[in-house]
């Protein structure tokens, strides 16, 4: 469908001004230098009361940069003191190394959870393994300080969630570096259980030689069921296939090619454990899969079968094994990974002779730790820099090349947010968004999550104290009662940009500048990525094109010559620099609405000034 804009057209008049000499004592009078702080203050003056009103926002960062971790205020500067890195599990040097280069790093290991709770209220980052719990008590002693929590490795069972999002902490993991470390230790145990290697070698350091006792079972011609088909599983799967096994998985989200590639069938639960003689476990720890090995489904298992478990601990129903071992439906057990780890010393299962056990040591060898060190490493510098995570377990994933892509859109987004939400009267009851994404690209092609979440975060962060990135923006915008609808619709632009325009309407609320309300009665502004930079195209009715760069001052005016000469004096008198200006209008010699790009906040008498204009109908300073 080619799509119109509702807005009017643009007079052409985007001509770059610059106000006479500045003097440095006006220059930044009310900005303070430090454009990373937030700080309150912004005016609107209508001509005709000439009244000041405030809205309270924020200033946007220097660079544009878009932040995934931490408020602008937080976001990092290489001016500001380094991050502080607690790093509570040991990690591979090298890992330690590159975070040295980056921040202040604290490695303090085996902390108790106290002691954990007070350091991370001075850090920036932590970093774990699976020793760790991050529980929501962490991140409430954390009190905002921590943005970023760091797993050393796969599972991310042992970190809250729920409690790192409602805290706005990104948490990323090292999801390949150990991939095939885990699966040769799931080969490990399935061969030394097999050939019962660690059984025979206790016997023989216990002065014993039982070789009658300790015959084993073969594996070539044996059926594995691999339980997750995940990159664990599709490498014991891969390894199982050399040994000479038939192997099958069971795995609700895998695709069947791709098992079939490797000559794996994927079956069923059910079809998986009644036909294995093992069963090995790579499936994470989730509210489904816990204790998913019980009572019931050990029955359904052939009798003297093998289970080999290298995923977690809580997959299984301990008590439940220990019946299935006793009644020989599992004639051996070989595990990793236990409900609570160290589990204790007198556990029937850990005792039982026919179980092998090995401390967690999964992810253990030198290259997999050291891999899984860098791995994390970078992806902590990179969310603490504000750069958007490969990994990121709690935000948005994002393809490093679609992120590329939507930058420019990302950071259009979070100003026409910041923009639309300071039209609003007093920028309260601010309840419901639209969102319309004009695109050439079919709709599947277009993630808009970032986009949303840096809408969200330009619209609540000037009217609260709450500060949002992507990790936190639906969380928030949920709790704060904020409803945002997304439509995209498709246009006769080119499909080589991802995004023609964006329009962000705030509906049913005041506005301090009526020209920005559209036909249908909402808040509505508009705008679209001009060679890599952000441009406001549309106000209400009025189209305009200004780069949203610096501030912005909105005039609606009758349309009439001179206009821009006597505004753009007003402002050089008091050595504002004008960047941009634009005029659009409706009807010709009616109304019109000029939008001027400056780069310094001009002084209230400077927009006194402009608002005693006789033409000029109201106006509104706008921060970015
Ligand atoms: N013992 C150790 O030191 C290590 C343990 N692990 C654990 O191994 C497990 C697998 O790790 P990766 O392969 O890297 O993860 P992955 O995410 O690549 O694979 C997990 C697979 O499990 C599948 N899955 C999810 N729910 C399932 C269910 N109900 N039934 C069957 N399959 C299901 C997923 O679709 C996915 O394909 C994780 O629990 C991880 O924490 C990983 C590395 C080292
Ligand atoms: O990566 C995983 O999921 C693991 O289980 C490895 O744990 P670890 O880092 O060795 O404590």
């Not at 500067?77 to 607690?86: E, Y």
């Not at 160290?342 to 850990?350: G, M, W």
């Not at 969310?383 to 259009?412: C, F, H, K, Q, W």
């Not at 008091?574 to 659009?584: A, P, T």
Request: glycine share 8%; net charge negative; with cysteine.
């Amino acid at each position: 469908m080619a799509f119109s804009s509702s807005c009017s057209s643009v007079k052409a008049v985007n001509s770059r001004w610059t106000s006479p000499s500045p003097s440095p004592s006006s220059r930044l009078a009310v900005i303070p230098a430090f454009l990373h702080r937030r700080y309150t203050a912004s005016v609107k003056l209508t001509a005709t009361s000439a009244a000041l009103k405030t809205v309270e926002q924020t200033t946007l960062t220097e660079d544009n940069k878009f932040s995934t971790v931490g408020s602008d205020s937080d976001e990092y500067n290489p001016t500001l003191p380094k991050p502080r890195i607690l790093v509570a599990e040991k990690l591979g040097e090298a890992g330690v190394n590159l975070l040295r280069e980056f921040g202040d790093v604290d490695c303090s290991y085996d902390l108790s959870p106290e002691d954990l709770k007070k350091k991370v209220a001075e850090s920036d980052a932590l970093i774990v393994r699976s020793g760790t719990k991050v529980t929501r008590e962490v991140f409430e002693a954390a009190k905002g300080r921590l943005k970023v929590v760091g797993r050393a490795g796969v599972g991310i069972d042992n970190v809250d969630l729920q409690a790192a999002t409602e805290h706005g902490c990104l948490v990323v993991n090292a999801p390949t570096a150990n991939t095939v470390a885990a699966a040769e230790h799931g080969i490990a145990l399935l061969a030394s259980m097999a050939r019962n290697v660690a059984q025979a070698d206790a016997s023989i350091k216990a002065g014993k030689w039982e070789r009658s006792k300790y015959v084993g079972v073969s594996l070539v011609g044996k059926t594995l069921a691999v339980m997750g088909f995940g990159k664990v599983g599709t490498e014991v799967a891969r390894r199982a296939k050399g040994l000479g096994m038939n192997v099958i998985s069971h795995d609700p989200y895998a695709p069947a090619d791709r098992a079939r590639a490797l000559g794996v069938d994927l079956v069923s639960f059910d079809q998986a454990i009644s036909t294995a003689d093992f069963v090995s476990l790579h499936m994470p720890l989730t509210p489904a899969t816990k204790k998913v090995f019980n009572d019931e489904t050990f029955s359904k298992m052939k009798k003297g079968v093998r289970l080999i478990n290298v995923a977690r601990g809580g997959v299984i129903d301990e008590d439940a094994l220990v019946r299935a071992l006793d009644a020989g439906i599992v004639a051996q057990a070989a595990l990793d990974v236990f409900c609570e780890e160290p589990p204790s010393k007198d556990s029937k299962l850990i005792q039982h002779e026919n179980v092998t056990v090995t401390p967690h040591l999964g992810a253990s060898t030198k290259e997999a730790q050291e891999g899984v060190a860098i791995e994390i490493a970078e992806a902590v510098a990179g969310a603490l820099r504000g750069e958007l995570s490969a990994t990121a377990v709690n935000a948005p994933m994002v393809d490093p090349e679609v992120l590329s892509e939507l930058t420019p859109y990302i950071v259009l987004a979070e100003k026409l947010g910041r923009l639309a939400v300071q039209l609003a009267s007093g920028g309260k009851g601010v309840q419901s968004i639209r969102v319309v994404y004009r695109s050439a690209r079919n709709r599947d092609d277009l993630d808009t999550r970032l986009l949303r979440a840096m809408i969200t975060k330009g619209i609540i962060e000037p009217i609260s104290d709450s500060y949002v990135n992507l990790v936190n923006a639906d969380f928030i915008a949920k709790q704060k009662g904020l409803r945002i609808s997304e439509e995209r619709m498709v246009v006769d632009s080119s499909p080589e940009y991802p995004v023609d325009s964006i329009q962000v309407q705030i509906l049913n609320v005041e506005s301090n500048f009526a020209g920005a309300v559209s036909d249908s009665g909402d808040i509505s502004i508009e705008g679209k990525v001009k060679y890599g930079v952000p441009h406001l195209t549309c106000v209400g009715s009025f189209g305009v094109d200004v780069s949203l760069e610096g501030n912005l001052i909105l005039c609606r005016q009758v349309d009439q010559p001179g206009m821009i000469g006597q505004v753009g004096n007003i402002l050089g008198e008091q050595n504002v620099n004008v960047n941009f200006m634009s005029v659009g209008r409706t009807v010709l010699r009616k109304q019109a609405i000029m939008a001027i790009g400056v780069d310094e906040e001009p002084e209230d008498k400077t927009l006194e000034k402009i608002g005693g204009v006789s033409a000029i109908e109201e106006f509104v300073f706008l921060k970015l």
